[in-house]
């Protein structure tokens, strides 16, 4: 059973990666079945119904959940969930993140554990489950598992989609003391107490968590990988200008600046360079306007999974904007297998030796800057352009793609599963 929160017609990264291990698993003689949360309670940032469609052969309950995070969209003019980010622009967001860190531990989904973990107790008792899996963020749903564990004789595996107390918004709000303490042991319990851990990033993170605990724990990592089959349905369609395409959560909290640096040294605008900026997903407005002034901009908001595939194999430069204080531990986009997938040369902002870095050299025509590498960005996007402007520009696919496709990664989680 597959304890997630956060399960279509939920969109993005986190719903993608249980949706289509759960597509999978049953190649590998596991069938799975889903507990998460009825979308009418939900607290969701983003729809993808054809996600939901996806999903709809797979077993799943949905139970009632009592959601403070509603309320936030009430007092907001655009009405939007927070997505990766935590707020912090008014006087008014502070008091909202100082109220939602301070006071619901871990996390303000919290309010969905108790029914979740009575449903999850029939479920096992009804149908003999003998596994259990639990997916953060939200990091709270593991608090689902640690329970299920202490009363039943099911193995249970953890997944950190995301680090919990290493997450980089915590370190720009005030917590009182006792509270990360409290946090801290939460994370611990369930360090300690799940038969294994896996995370989307590897040995960096994986001893921050070792060296946490006192217990042997096994640590794995699966990465977001990509679907073969979707990609495959996708032609790849490029436009007579130079496409640069993003795609994903671009905030103040991302190091975007110094591509909006090194494009306003080209200024494709003002030179005539025939050169445009696709983005699409959760992007504050105020960025978009930042880049407009330098390069026709243009945002198309949240996409559906098809969608995005498409604008992406549409690209000729696709551009991954890392969070800042992220270097310890690394965090990789769920989006960057995928961008690999695509054949498309791909610019990395991350700070260097991270394993985003690794994994962009799979692809010989991409290369990673870090925030402070102007000159080295700007040289990189004008020879992208001249060799599309010479009609050079050509698709290279890595030749070990299909490692990190998603049948394969669900292989290897089925190999874990059967491990523990």
């Known amino acids: 059973m597959i304890i997630t929160y956060y399960w279509p017609p939920a969109g993005g990264s986190g719903v993608q990666r249980w949706m289509y291990f759960s597509k999978y698993l049953s190649q590998f003689n596991f069938q799975p079945i889903i507990l998460s949360v009825n979308p009418s309670y939900a607290s969701y940032s983003s729809i993808d119904k054809i996600l939901e469609n996806e999903a709809s052969n797979i077993e799943s309950y949905k139970t009632f959940s009592l959601e403070p995070l509603k309320f ?55 149908q003999k489950i003998k596994y259990i899996i639990t997916t953060g963020p939200p990091h709270s749903t ?34 009182f003391n006792y509270i990360k303490k409290l946090d801290l ?57 130079f496409n640069i395409v993003f795609t994903g959560v671009l905030s103040e909290n991302n190091n975007y600046e110094i591509f909006l640096k090194a494009i306003k040294t080209l200024d494709p605008i003002k030179n005539n360079l025939n050169i445009k900026f ?44 890392n969070y800042h204080g992220t270097n310890k531990p690394d965090m990789i986009s769920g989006k960057l297998i995928e961008y690999l997938a695509t054949g498309s040369p791909i610019i990395n902002i991350s ?10 050299s799979l692809s010989e025509d991409s290369v990673t800057a870090s925030q402070h590498d102007l000159d080295k960005i700007v040289s990189y ?12 520009f050509k698709e290279k696919i890595p030749n070990n793609i299909d490692e990190y496709s998603r049948l394969n990664l669900t292989k290897r989680l089925a190999s874990i599963l059967r491990e523990i």
């Open 72 to 126: 936030y969209s009430l007092f907001k003019s655009n009405r939007i969930i927070p997505q990766s980010v935590i707020p912090k622009k008014t006087l008014f967001d502070n008091f909202l993140a100082f109220i939602r860190l301070n006071f619901f531990i871990p996390d303000a989904r919290i309010g969905w554990n108790p029914f979740a973990l009575k449903k999850a107790l029939k479920i096992i008792r009804d």
């Open 142 to 175: 593991h608090l689902i598992g640690l329970k299920v564990k202490n009363i039943t004789e099911v193995k249970w595996l953890a997944d950190f989609r995301d680090p919990w107390q290493e997450i980089f918004y915590l370190k720009n709000f005030f917590r």
């Open 185 to 241: 042991r939460l994370e611990k319990k369930v360090l300690s107490s799940a038969n294994a851990i896996i995370t989307t990033v590897g040995e960096k993170y994986h001893n921050i968590l070792k060296n946490k605990i006192l217990v042997n724990q096994n640590f794995f990592s699966i990465y977001n990988g990509y679907d073969k089959k979707e990609f495959d349905k996708v032609k790849s369609t490029r436009p007579d200008y």
């Open 278 to 321: 696709n983005l699409a997903g959760n992007v504050e407005k105020d960025i978009i306007d930042s880049f407009s002034n330098f390069v026709k901009t243009k945002s198309a908001g949240y996409l559906s999974h098809n969608e995005a595939i498409s604008l992406m194999k549409s690209s000729h430069l696709l551009v991954n904007f």
């Open 351 to 360: 700070h260097t030796n991270s394993e985003s870095e690794s994994l962009i």
């Open 381 to 392: 996007i004008s020879k992208r352009y001249i060799n599309w402007f010479k009609g050079e």
